[in-house]
């Protein structure tokens, strides 16, 4: 029976984790993400799961790759600071194809910044926070419902792919308590990571031959393997001047950039006839929706495309949209970084221009709605 309740941001994506089966927390408290972890404190041991607070950030990533290559849903949350001591940690399970969530509540900064307030420059450490080329998923919701939904389908990437999925929302959609339903389970499709069908004797943790994702064991049921932050052949052990590190890179881009159909969605409004379009996620979606809404009254033709996948970026559909509308304003709470992308996008189809604040308060519908007559 579906469940209505009132829940907070946090409370939410700790329910949608529950809902796609995680059943291994591992973090470190750090203001705005920590009800998350209150939450999965109470509930994961009730229902036979593991809850670990440890003693920093970087070790809460290395307890999640462990749990995840145990067979668990693993899931870590933090924010800030406590997402950049996670990268050298999150780039190993990037190589290593283990699969687990991330969730970043994100503040402003750097350093400590501010706590307690909204931020969104942490999105481009969403794509490009560890070293090296690797594969980015990031999941950007705006609404509680949404966090929800997309806590549960940042699980279903990750096993489905064999890699780390981040959920990036900000401090405001965090903390904000909305209704939601909770639907029945088995409702929302559950995936599982690909498995071996072939005896311990035989398995390859990196053979390739089959597609893109490798079928991936779990430690302690009989398949003994090697898992090293080096590049690696099929057997897992190094590989030095090997062909095979250039070709298994690509891999590893592809199977994430070659599958964007399935993993890349947003949610369009008013677009239909626009002059003037916002891209914009997170709180400022949901003050840019206001913005556009309040401009149509005004007999403004303006639109809203906010992606809930920020990573792969939705580059087809932002070069489609520029060469239909006249300008696109880009709000973020930061002072410029997916506007580049945007306008990376455009290329030259139509003007981009950001909006940018980093004080600790939202962008105001207000002031995207001013933008938005500037633009006609």
Same mark, same amino acid.
Request: net charge negative.
């Given at each position: 029976?579906?469940?209505?309740?009132?829940?907070? $941001?946090?409370?939410?994506?700790?329910?949608?984790?529950?809902?796609? $089966?995680?059943?291994?927390?591992?973090?470190?408290?750090?203001?705005?993400?920590?009800?998350?972890?209150?939450?999965?404190?109470?509930?994961?041991?009730?229902?036979?799961?593991?809850?670990?607070?440890?003693?920093?950030?970087?070790?809460?990533?290395?307890?999640?790759?462990?749990?995840?290559?145990?067979?668990?849903?693993?899931?870590?949350?933090?924010?800030?600071?406590?997402?950049?001591?996670?990268?050298?940690?999150?780039?190993?399970?990037?190589?290593?194809?283990?699969?687990?969530? /991330?969730?970043?509540?994100?503040?402003?900064?750097?350093?400590?910044?501010?706590?307690?307030?909204?931020? *969104?420059?942490?999105?481009?450490? #969403?794509?490009?926070?560890?070293?090296?080329?690797?594969?980015?998923?990031?999941?950007?919701?705006?609404?509680?419902?949404?966090?929800?939904?997309?806590?549960?389908?940042? =699980?279903?990437?990750?096993? %489905?792919?064999?890699?780390?999925?981040?959920?990036? =929302?900000?401090?405001?959609?965090?903390?904000?308590?909305?209704?939601?339903?909770?639907?029945?389970?088995?409702?929302?499709?559950?995936?599982?990571?690909?498995?071996?069908?072939?005896?311990?004797?035989?398995?390859?943790?990196?053979?390739?031959?089959?597609?893109? /994702?490798?079928?991936?064991?779990?430690?302690?049921?009989?398949?003994?393997?090697?898992?090293?932050?080096?590049?690696?052949?099929?057997?897992?052990?190094?590989?030095?001047?090997?062909?095979?590190?250039?070709?298994?890179?690509?891999?590893?881009?592809?199977?994430?950039?070659?599958?964007?159909?399935?993993?890349?969605?947003?949610?369009?409004?008013?677009?239909?006839?626009?002059?003037?379009?916002?891209?914009?996620?997170?709180?400022?979606?949901?003050?840019? %929706?206001?913005?556009?809404? *309040?401009?149509?009254?005004? $007999?403004?033709?303006?639109?809203?495309?906010?992606?809930?996948?920020?990573?792969? =970026?939705?580059?087809?559909?932002?070069?489609?949209?520029?060469?239909?509308?006249?300008?696109?304003?880009?709000?973020?709470?930061?002072?410029?970084?997916?506007?580049?992308? /945007?306008?990376? #996008?455009?290329?030259?189809? #139509?003007?981009?221009?950001?909006?940018?604040?980093?004080?600790?308060?939202?962008?105001?519908?207000?002031?995207?709605?001013?933008?938005?007559?500037?633009?006609?």
């Amino acid at each position: 029976m579906t469940r209505v309740k009132l829940l907070q $941001g946090n409370e939410a994506c700790a329910e949608g984790a529950l809902y796609a $089966g995680c059943n291994f927390f591992a973090g470190y408290p750090i203001t705005p993400s920590t009800e998350v972890a209150e939450h999965l404190a109470r509930k994961l041991p009730r229902s036979g799961g593991v809850f670990l607070q440890m003693e920093d950030e970087i070790a809460a990533m290395a307890a999640v790759i462990g749990g995840s290559l145990a067979g668990c849903k693993a899931l870590t949350a933090t924010s800030g600071p406590g997402f950049s001591l996670k990268q050298e940690n999150l780039g190993f399970a990037m190589l290593t194809e283990i699969p687990c969530v /991330v969730v970043d509540v994100m503040r402003g900064g750097p350093s400590t910044g501010v706590p307690t307030g909204p931020g *969104q420059s942490d999105i481009m450490q #969403c794509r490009w926070g560890t070293h090296g080329d690797h594969p980015s998923i990031c999941l950007t919701p705006a609404y509680v419902e949404e966090i929800f939904s997309e806590t549960v389908r940042a =699980f279903n990437l990750s096993e %489905k792919y064999r890699t780390p999925v981040i959920v990036a =929302f900000d401090e405001v959609v965090g903390h904000m308590r909305e209704r939601i339903e909770i639907p029945e389970p088995g409702a929302i499709p559950l995936v599982g990571r690909p498995r071996p069908t072939c005896p311990p004797s035989e398995y390859l943790p990196y053979d390739d031959s089959r597609g893109d /994702v490798p079928p991936m064991a779990n430690f302690f049921e009989g398949y003994r393997y090697h898992v090293t932050g080096l590049n690696h052949g099929p057997d897992g052990f190094p590989v030095n001047a090997s062909p095979r590190i250039h070709t298994d890179e690509l891999r590893l881009l592809r199977k994430v950039e070659g599958n964007r159909g399935d993993i890349v969605r947003f949610a369009e409004h008013r677009l239909e006839d626009a002059e003037v379009a916002v891209f914009a996620y997170g709180i400022c979606g949901r003050s840019a %929706k206001t913005a556009v809404d *309040q401009a149509r009254s005004e $007999g403004i033709r303006a639109g809203l495309f906010r992606p809930l996948t920020v990573w792969p =970026f939705p580059e087809e559909q932002v070069a489609a949209l520029s060469g239909r509308v006249r300008r696109i304003v880009v709000p973020e709470l930061s002072l410029g970084q997916i506007v580049l992308e /945007v306008d990376r #996008c455009a290329k030259g189809r #139509c003007a981009v221009e950001g909006i940018h604040r980093v004080d600790g308060d939202p962008i105001t519908p207000a002031q995207i709605l001013a933008r938005i007559r500037e633009a006609l």
